[in-house]
């Protein structure tokens, strides 16, 4: 298996073998499916005449959580997901104290965040798929989601729509870009554990920290109620997410 440790010789390995281990792999759109013939016993497996099953997916899940490479990036991965989740779910209120007469414009950029990050998914996996290379691909655009997301709560603080729109948009680009990269991250890092059991995982994580961190960026908020100086500490509370992941 491979060693938990973080060093650069398995980060180079996660790159040189990626295209050789997707050719060979082959999956039947079903990620149940995919686990399952992934986990089926091998000749001399210890476990053949036990709960093969089971006793291999208790192995894996305890093989990932010594593996320090993929808790780090579960944590950086879910850092970003409660960014995004964060500041879509609490836009008006980050955005009203400086944009008090432009509701249908804050809900127009709400959404716009949101569709920002098909195209900024599809040049995450393109980038991928042409590199090659995990790491750059998340670590770039870790940097560019969290300076465009320090940007953005300058131009907000600054009460200047058109650059917070602008901002906003390619913040949500490169948050949700990190999605589709830090899932092949993860994966390749994890391997030979089943794909499956790391993204579950993860998913399971990063729909967790958003809670407290929404209900965090509330408390910015004296009583509750929108002003300045708390829109402008819940958007630095969000950018610092982005700069921890990073």
């Known amino acids: 298996p491979t060693p938990p440790s973080a060093t650069q010789a398995q980060l180079s390995g996660v790159d040189h073998g990626y295209r050789e281990r997707r ?50 990036i579960t944590t950086a991965y879910s850092l970003s997901v409660a960014t995004s989740t964060s500041l879509t779910t609490l836009i008006v209120a980050l955005l009203e104290p400086s944009f008090p007469d432009s509701f249908a414009a804050m809900s127009w950029l709400g959404f716009s965040m949101v569709i920002s990050g098909i195209p900024g998914s599809v040049l995450a996996g393109y980038l991928i798929d042409y590199t090659g290379k995990h790491m750059m691909v998340v670590r770039v655009y870790f940097a560019l989601g969290a300076a465009t997301a320090l940007a953005f709560s300058i131009a907000v603080r600054r009460a200047s729509f058109e650059w917070s729109f602008a901002l906003g948009v390619l913040a949500g680009a490169f948050q949700t870009g990190i999605m589709s990269a830090g899932l092949e991250l993860a994966a390749e890092v994890a391997y030979p554990v089943p794909e499956a059991l790391g993204t579950a995982i993860i998913n399971i994580a990063s729909q967790l920290v958003p809670i407290p961190t929404i209900f965090l960026v509330q408390r910015c908020f004296l009583d509750g109620q929108p002003d300045l100086s708390g829109a402008w500490a819940g958007n630095l509370t969000l950018t610092s997410l982005m700069f921890a992941g990073l």
């Open 23 to 72: 050719k060979s792999r082959s999956f039947d759109g079903s990620l149940l499916g995919d686990y399952a013939t992934e986990v089926a016993p091998r000749e001399g497996d210890p476990l053949l005449g036990h709960d093969q099953s089971t006793g291999r997916a208790t192995s894996d899940l305890a093989a990932l959580m010594r593996n320090v490479d993929f808790l780090m």
